[in-house]
């Protein structure tokens, strides 16, 4: 049995028909904070993560994109590893569910269960796309029994198929979950399992005749594994079952899956059910987060709102985008992404609160103690206050994070570093300075820098790389995460040299931020991916777009933006002036005088200062990287609407 002193943690395994995105990065980073504070903790960690590679859709989309599966597989693959590298991702394990020493063991599963009686061989029976070949629920389908992809009529069909017999385990399963309530998280999670297996359970199809892309049945080629059995599957391969005993012993069930909210069933209902076939416990906890969405709006690539965490990363830097994911919403609930509430939580939480208290406390150890932290002997009840405070914080902070409430925890621990920026206001450790009170400023000095030595301690989770950072100038040896947690337990040692460098975070101006961001979204407005298409509009919706007829009367370049130009045109019915991202591609000269195609009901945005009141509208080649201003075949009258 594992002990209390073992945490396995897993993320979802990702589909590789799709670039990484904030869902995938959010739960990556969730598992990650967890690995890391275990580990500071002291206990021994397995974290793993991984692609899911095989299946209908990554076939689909390999297809559409003229390559072979594995060829898709291995171009994604490298897009999620490369974003683990980028936000620090400290995961033991990355597996592809097309490596062999996942197959195997999901063959040698799949056996196991079809000897005892597990999975059988039926038929499976269904409307069915053949076009899309997929069968489509009826819950999906279209009116008159279409496909709600392609609308076209699905057929009845039926297909030889293998059954896990997941019936046989439903009062299993319930009997379990009666006994360990906390194996769903959040509770309501939980209340929506058990009704559902209440309701019955339906043997599962698990295995497919209409693809090739997958893992092939033991003994009967013609069918694959589902891709769902294949992929639940990894939770084992990669803790060794079921070879590997000692890691199993030492890991089996102190498993922790975090998955989006959307995948549950599959994680609480079939994978614990295979588990129980297997003769194992099922996993200690299943905690489903919420979904982001962008702005208010649900994310889509058609949409063009899809937050891409590489940019986010570029643009604010790793630490802050893991802060602001964690600290923003709490895991479990749904949660709105915005660049503008990131900004304003790196200005605030990360500049004023967690960078003051830092920078003001080395500062003072600089000016008035050359540097360096001397022993407390001056001792007042406010420097007892904060830190009892602290020791308060530690264990609400624990609490928290044993519940994956992040939120919580990080909330915690800024209340103590807002009580740490007050305790200096009252202090006033600049007064004891000037005044000479030499011993009673050094232990104010050196309670500041415990309070500090912890925040770093309990801020590593989350943000290394800030951790380590507040770690050096404070004087101390080695990193956080090598020291863990126990190194809170004394005071901070007197005669260590401090180390004051760089603010931690920058702050941001945040109106050159909005207008660097509106030229942001010009730019990438020229920069659609060739092989994307739209989904598809109504007429109606077309018709909002106002079109015109417009004349370039003046272009010159933007100060300091090199791919902008200020362009005033002439829509025969008033002068506006527009910003284009066109510098690339056109010299001002050459743009005076050309009869171009304006949006005019866009909203207006103001880039490097300039207010722009429209678009105007270019093709961008798939080919190479030109670029040509839509104009007209023939004169007409300025202003004239386009339909
Ligand atoms: N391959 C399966 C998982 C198999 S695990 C044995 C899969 N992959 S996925 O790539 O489609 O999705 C992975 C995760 O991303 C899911 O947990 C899903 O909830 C999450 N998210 C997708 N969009 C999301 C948001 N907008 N917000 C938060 N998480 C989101 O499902």
Not at 348 to 359: F, I, T, V, Y
Request: hydrophobic letters at 40%; one cysteine or more; charged letters at 25%.
């Amino acid at each position: 049995m594992s002990s209390d002193r073992t945490f396995y943690v897993t993320t979802p395994i990702y589909y590789v028909n799709d670039v990484p995105h904030i869902g995938h990065a959010y739960t990556t980073i969730a598992a990650d904070v967890l690995a890391l504070y275990h580990r500071m903790a002291g206990d021994r960690v397995l974290f793993c993560t991984g692609t899911d590679e095989h299946g209908q859709k990554i076939q689909a989309t390999a297809q559409a994109k003229g390559m072979t599966a594995q060829e898709l597989a291995d171009r994604t693959v490298e897009n999620f590893r490369r974003l683990w590298e980028v936000l620090h991702i400290t995961h033991d394990d990355f597996i592809r569910t097309t490596e062999p020493r996942h197959e195997r063991v999901v063959q040698a599963i799949f056996q196991k269960l079809i000897d005892q009686g597990d999975i059988y061989k039926g038929t499976y029976e269904g409307l069915y796309c053949v076009p899309c070949e997929t069968y489509v629920p009826e819950s999906q389908m279209g009116e008159g029994h279409t496909c709600p992809d392609c609308r076209r009529p699905l057929q009845p069909m039926t297909e030889e198929s293998y059954f896990f017999r997941i019936s046989r385990y439903q009062e299993a399963l319930l009997k379990f979950y009666e006994e360990n309530p906390d194996a769903i998280q959040p509770r309501s999670r939980y209340n929506e399992v058990v009704s559902f297996i209440r309701s019955g359970l339906n043997d599962q199809s698990v295995s497919r005749t209409t693809l090739k892309w997958g893992i092939p049945v033991p003994g009967d080629e013609r069918h694959v594994i589902y891709v769902w059995f294949d992929a639940l599957i990894n939770y084992l391969t990669v803790c060794g079952y079921p070879d590997d005993e000692e890691r199993m012993a030492a890991f089996w069930p102190a498993v922790h899956h975090l998955v989006g909210k959307d995948i549950i069933r599959f994680h609480c209902v079939v994978w614990p059910a295979m588990l129980l076939a297997l003769g194992l416990t099922p996993p200690r906890k299943v905690f489903a987060h919420g979904w982001w969405t962008v702005e208010g709006e649900k994310m889509s690539k058609s949409k063009g709102n899809v937050v891409d965490p590489f940019e986010m990363v570029d643009l604010y830097g790793v630490d802050a985008f893991r802060y602001f994911l964690l600290r923003e919403v709490a895991f479990g609930n749904d949660g709105d992404f915005s660049e503008l509430a990131m900004v304003q939580r790196i200005n605030s939480d990360l500049a004023n609160d967690l960078g003051n208290l830092l920078n003001r406390t080395l500062q003072m150890v600089e000016r008035f103690q050359g540097g360096r932290v001397l022993g407390a002997t001056e001792k007042e009840p406010l420097d007892e206050e904060i830190l009892a405070a602290a020791e308060a914080t530690r264990r609400t902070y624990d609490e928290a994070m044993g519940e994956f409430a992040f939120d919580e925890a990080l909330k915690a621990l800024w209340t103590l570093i807002g009580k740490g920026n007050k305790y200096i206001d009252t202090t006033m450790p600049w007064k004891l300075g000037k005044e000479g009170r030499s011993d009673r400023l050094a232990a104010v000095l050196s309670t500041l820098c415990t309070v500090l030595r912890l925040a770093a301690l309990l801020v590593s989770p989350v943000m290394p790389a800030t951790a380590r950072t507040m770690w050096r100038q404070l004087g101390l040896e080695g990193t956080p995460e090598e020291a863990g947690f126990a190194a809170a337990d004394s005071p901070f040692p007197a005669g260590i040299i401090v180390a004051k460098g760089d603010v931690l975070f920058p702050r941001i101006d945040i109106e050159a931020w909005k207008e660097a961001r509106a030229a942001r979204e010009i730019a990438k407005s020229f920069d659609p991916d060739p092989g994307e298409h739209e989904e598809e509009i109504s007429i109606d919706d077309f018709r909002k777009v106002e079109l015109r007829v417009a004349r370039i009367v003046a272009a010159e370049p933007v100060p300091k933006a090199d791919k902008l130009f200020r362009i005033d045109v002439d829509l025969g019915y008033e002068r506006r002036t527009i910003v284009s991202g066109i510098r690339e591609y056109y010299k001002a000269e050459d743009l005076v005088g050309k009869t171009i195609i304006v949006v005019c009901n866009l909203k207006p945005a103001k880039l490097r200062g300039v207010e722009s009141r429209g678009m105007l509208l270019a093709a961008e080649s798939c080919r190479d990287d030109s670029l040509a201003l839509l104009t007209l075949d023939g004169a007409m009258a300025l202003g004239s609407r386009i339909h």
